[in-house]
């Protein structure tokens, strides 16, 4: 490979340093990506799980040695014990000091770096592999949380739980989780944004279309995180930065094109020049096997999913809401008094073996909800007590559901009235092309 690039500029030193502190930290950022993403592995482990598993052990050391110094460093530097590490939540406080570490980290390299090579001109050949390596990160990530909303995965219909829930008991962040799945058309729509940007960011010359795309998707999905306190305010943020850095060389431009209106020519970044043909196919093949892997993995993983988690999932028995309408204890009538939390007020049954059972006073307890159809049993208990287990026989069909049973010493028989879904606003509301008046409910 010829690693020049032709006309090469000299570069600034504000770019020089930047470029030095850029590479560092995304460098630390993305690592182990890309050398523990071998295209295809789930495919190769399927011919035989020991090809490929020496090789991730090896990358699973990254993570814990991070796992290993950052506790440390919490705890020496910021005071902070660290227990909980990245979970569904990206804010933990141990991601905000591996950030912080991973930061303070790359002005060291880049302070030592400077000073060892302060007479090299320019960066060409490194800063395009560098825009190479965050390109497809950033394209990975794009496809893959756009996949997840095309497929209406990440953001699905309201649960039945949520629709019972108090509008004002609901979290910010479960509020957009409402306000984005309960449309899949839009939810759809924000999935393809997030895609194209994903497929643009692959190739060298949609890169700028790419980036700029990302900066607007990426921008708004900041806003989110921040203004409704949902947890991934880190990772967005990262990705928001990453898209401005790709944008960077571009920015005289386009302040000369968009704001002053004057002539200007964007000029896509140079590549390093491979002389032999061996290697210009090694490097294409390499790139079309990782978008193939990236499309093909995130398809289909999301359609199988899709199948067993989305919209279309099979719904267990005796899915729905049910309102409490007869509840006999003992043979006596027991009256629905808000004072009685041991009064079934509903059941809620939405996952296999398990329900939500809410109380006269409104409090909702997850109960494991054991379902055998041969047999006409459910088997009920609390899922913070496996010990202390009720057998009920049912009866249900379309519009009631009845248990008989005897839960500790007293014998039970509660009939329950099904809800009709289709009677919650917001999903009869439907869609109008035309509204004589506001309906804002």
Request: glycine share 4%.
């Amino acid at each position: 490979m010829d690693t020049t690039l032709h006309n090469q500029p000299t570069w600034t030193l504000s770019r020089k340093v930047s470029f030095r502190f850029f590479c560092c930290l995304f460098i630390l950022y993305i690592f182990p990506f890309p050398v523990n993403d071998i295209p295809f592995n789930r495919e190769i482990d399927k011919i035989n799980t020991h090809i490929l598993a020496w090789y991730y052990a090896i990358w699973e050391n990254v993570q814990t040695f991070w796992h290993w110094l950052i506790p440390r460093v919490g705890k020496s530097v910021f005071k902070k014990p660290i227990t909980i590490f990245t979970n569904g939540s990206g804010d933990t406080t141990y991601d905000y000091i591996l950030l912080l570490t991973q930061v303070f980290i790359s002005l060291i390299i880049c302070v030592v770096w400077s000073i060892a090579d302060k007479k090299r001109k320019s960066y060409e050949v490194a800063w395009y592999w560098l825009c190479v390596l965050v390109r497809y990160y950033m394209a990975g990530m794009m496809l893959g949380y756009g996949f997840a909303k095309v497929f209406h995965l990440q953001m699905p219909y309201p649960y039945l739980s949520r629709l019972l829930q108090p509008y004002g008991d609901s979290s910010p962040m479960g509020l957009v989780w409402t306000y984005v799945g309960q449309s899949k058309a839009f939810s759809i729509l924000v999935g393809l944004s997030e895609v194209c940007c994903g497929l643009l960011l692959f190739f060298r010359k949609t890169t700028l279309a790419g980036a700029l795309l990302s900066l607007v998707v990426m921008g708004n999905i900041v806003v989110i995180n921040f203004c409704y306190d949902v947890p991934v305010k880190l990772f967005s943020s990262v990705l928001e930065i990453m898209s401005l850095y790709l944008t960077a060389n571009y920015w005289k431009e386009l302040y000369r094109l968009f704001i002053r209106h004057q002539p200007g020519v964007l000029i896509n970044y140079g590549q390093p020049y491979f002389k032999k043909k061996w290697q210009r196919i090694t490097v294409k093949g390499l790139k079309l096997l990782f978008i193939a892997d990236a499309l093909f993995y995130n398809m289909t993983d999301n359609m199988a999913a899709s199948k067993e988690y989305g919209d279309n999932r099979p719904r267990p028995p005796l899915y729905g809401i049910y309102n409490s309408a007869l509840i006999t204890r003992n043979k006596d009538t027991i009256p629905p008094l808000l004072t009685d939390t041991s009064h079934w007020k509903q059941i809620v049954i939405q996952f296999a073996d398990y329900a939500t059972i809410k109380l006269m006073n409104d409090t909702a307890k997850n109960y494991n909800f054991k379902i055998d159809t041969l047999n006409r049993t459910a088997v009920v208990y609390l899922t913070s007590d496996t010990l202390d287990k009720t057998t009920f026989r049912y009866t249900a069909d379309s519009a009631t559901l009845t248990l008989t049973g005897k839960m500790k010493n007293d014998s039970l028989y509660m009939r329950f009235i099904k809800y009709d879904t289709k009677k919650f606003r917001l999903m009869n509301r439907g869609f109008h092309w035309i509204n004589e008046y506001p309906y804002n409910r």
